[in-house]
């Protein structure tokens, strides 16, 4: 016997037959028992889901000589002729082959002719979203008014390309995905008539791979079974098809949850070996992290998982949490997209597994929200504490705690009293005109809590909006907190108010205020010279070009240090220091003018037009004059 494929020879042959499309079955053999028999059926859906094995079996059941009848016999002579492909009523044809409107025109010449021996003339055809739209206007009015024994069966995967001309004249069914559960029983039954044992995981991956489609299921699985050897296994099929396997995925996640870079990398390169491409270790990876996330969430469904739930480690599912897996699922659908454009490709699969090794160690948004809160609510507490406090400090702390040395908000409460001590040992030791307590390890262990202090006072800044306004309680104890924890040394001079006459004492608080956010700004803001004021503007006197840029990159600091200090919003001019000029005559100076001509030339050429004047500004010769007599052109705002 001639040997034929399994989707040939499981060819559904009654309405029973079709696999997963029993809404289709079922009204197509209602409306046939109603003798409500339509003039065009357009199906439409993915591949292989049963689309022209329908309309073969829709074709059976009107020219059956039992029928019209919802189960044709499938003996007769039309049953016979059309499960053939030979009868003569039943034209099935090809929309790709057949796109051009000559074709069409064929097909109204052809309907004008009565069926030979059967009751209809049927035509199937087949990717109908081919035909051309001059095709498609020509059997407008051909299924539109059709003879009353013609009928049109149209079959299509792609229902976007028909136009809705045409929709509106046929009556459409929307054929689905067959479930993975019903194509591994078929699966199964197809295996048990070829004599060939299957394991169970073995014929749930093949109905997995398919998709859907049950033409793709039992494609593969004739070719799974050309190299079983009359056994299907889970273990071959990965083998022989070049795929991962996941034992070999188990290893490699599980070398990256203990964190061993070393050996996740040994294990890449084994499985890059055996001949399996960098792209299918990506997708296996994926599809693994995918199942390992539903799991996580406690989805056992072996139809959605892709496999047993236990063929996961549990050191596997312990070791990292649900956003961690989402973090590794992340990681591999953004490398299979990388893919493409990647100069090496296992480059990029080392970088990714690279990154799984210290996965365990990723801190998740919400863990840090979590962190901010408890912070939020030790600031919000008083200074001496409370139970309520400690108690939320050490839920957070446990809730955190996961083997990686994070470092516990639960020492924050005690900063007050580490403050307090380094002060007064501190100015202790400055009173003696020693540093020793501060060099000491002690002094350095209480600087390092200072520190620390400093982070959390941040946190504070951050989250002190957002607290309740209204609550009177939280911000009295908001007020005690600072005023309790904040260092002499920390606290900055918004309680004095300097006089715009005592510019001297200004300019030198300014620069210590200055000093512990930029030194560089307050080193070039200390060389500056005298300051002046006039007309709410304040002068400041740069020593060189580099002081201008940086006092001018830095200007808004300097305002606001300045409204801080004074209560007043100056403005801040900036001008460069000059010095004054020697006894040279005016002869000299266009004697000198006169042998630089290049001079002019140059400024010329910059601003692109002409030079009409000169004029010099004029710095103070003596300690009494002042920087007003500075002219505008040098003045930078």
């Not at 990388?338 to 970088?351: H, I, K, N, Q, T």
Request: glycine share 6%; with cysteine; aromatic share 8%.
């Amino acid at each position: 016997m001639e040997y034929q494929v399994t989707a040939t020879r499981r060819r559904p042959q009654k309405f029973e037959d079709l696999l997963g499309q029993e809404f289709v079955a079922a009204t197509l053999q209602k409306s046939i028992e109603a003798g409500k028999i339509a003039h065009a059926y357009l199906f439409s859906g993915p591949r292989g889901c049963g689309k022209t094995s329908s309309a073969r079996i829709l074709a059976k059941a009107l020219n059956c000589a039992a029928g019209p009848t919802p189960t044709p016999c499938g003996t007769c002579t039309s049953c016979e002729e059309i499960t053939l492909g030979s009868c003569l009523d039943v034209i099935e044809i090809d929309g790709a082959s057949n796109t051009g409107v000559n074709d069409v025109r064929q097909i109204k010449d052809e309907i004008l002719f009565p069926p030979n021996s059967n009751r209809y003339k049927i035509y199937i055809i087949d990717e109908v979203h081919m035909l051309s739209t001059s095709a498609f206007n020509a059997l407008l009015k051909t299924i539109e008014e059709p003879p009353p024994y013609v009928v049109f069966i149209f079959a299509t995967t792609e229902i976007h390309k028909v136009p809705a001309t045409i929709k509106s004249r046929c009556q459409q069914f929307n054929f689905k995905l067959v479930p993975i559960e019903i194509l591994k029983t078929a699966l199964a039954e197809a295996a048990a008539e070829l004599n060939i044992q299957a394991d169970n995981e073995a014929l749930y991956w093949i109905a997995r791979e398919a998709t859907g489609s049950v033409r793709d299921a039992y494609t593969l699985f004739d070719q799974v079974a050309a190299f079983s050897d009359g056994h299907i296994t889970f273990e071959k099929i990965h083998e022989k098809l070049g795929l991962t396997g996941v034992d070999s995925i188990n290893k490699l996640v599980s070398a990256c949850v203990a964190k061993s870079g070393q050996e996740a990398l040994n294990i890449l390169n084994d499985i890059l070996q055996n001949g399996i491409s960098v792209e299918q270790v990506v997708s296996d990876c994926a599809d693994y992290f995918r199942s390992l996330l539903l799991v996580k969430h406690g989805i056992t469904k072996e139809a959605l998982i892709g496999q047993r739930a236990d063929r996961f480690p549990k050191e596997v599912l312990a070791g990292w949490d649900a956003v961690q897996i989402e973090r590794a699922l992340s990681i591999m659908l953004q490398l299979f997209k990388d893919l493409r454009f990647s100069v090496d490709p296992r480059y990029e699969l080392e970088l990714a597994v690279s990154r799984l090794a210290w996965l365990s160690d990723y801190v998740s948004p919400q863990e840090l929200k979590t962190a901010f809160d408890a912070a939020r609510d030790l600031l919000a507490a008083n200074a001496n504490g409370s139970t309520q406090i400690h108690s939320k400090l050490n839920e957070y702390n446990a809730a955190r705690q996961d083997g990686g040395g994070n470092q516990s908000f639960s020492e924050a409460d005690s900063l007050t009293g580490r403050f307090k001590a380094f002060l007064q040992k501190e100015n202790a030791a400055n009173k003696q005109g020693g540093s020793s307590f501060k060099n000491s390890e002690e002094g350095k262990q209480a600087e390092h809590s200072v520190q620390s202090y400093q982070t959390v006072r941040t946190i504070k800044n951050t989250f002190e909006n957002s607290l309740p306004k209204n609550d009177a309680s939280v911000q009295s104890n908001i007020v005690q907190t600072q005023t309790a924890f904040t260092p002499q040394y920390i606290q900055t001079a918004e309680t004095n108010n300097f006089s715009i006459g005592d510019l001297n004492g200004l300019k030198n608080k300014t620069v210590e205020l200055l000093s512990k956010k930029n030194g560089l700004l307050s080193s070039a803001l200390g060389q500056s010279k005298d300051w002046t004021v006039k007309n709410e503007t304040l002068f400041m006197i740069a020593k060189s070009a580099f002081d201008i840029s940086l006092l001018q990159k830095h200007i808004d600091i300097l305002r606001d240090t300045v409204e801080q200090l004074t209560g007043t919003k100056y403005r801040i001019a900036i001008k460069e220091f000059i010095p004054p000029e020697q006894n040279i005559t005016e002869e000299e100076k266009k004697e000198t003018a006169e042998k630089h001509p290049e001079l002019i030339l140059m400024i010329e050429d910059i601003f692109m037009g002409k030079v009409v004047e000169k004029k010099k500004s004029v710095f103070a010769t003596n300690e009494n004059d002042t920087a007003e007599s500075f002219t505008a052109e040098n003045e930078v705002v």
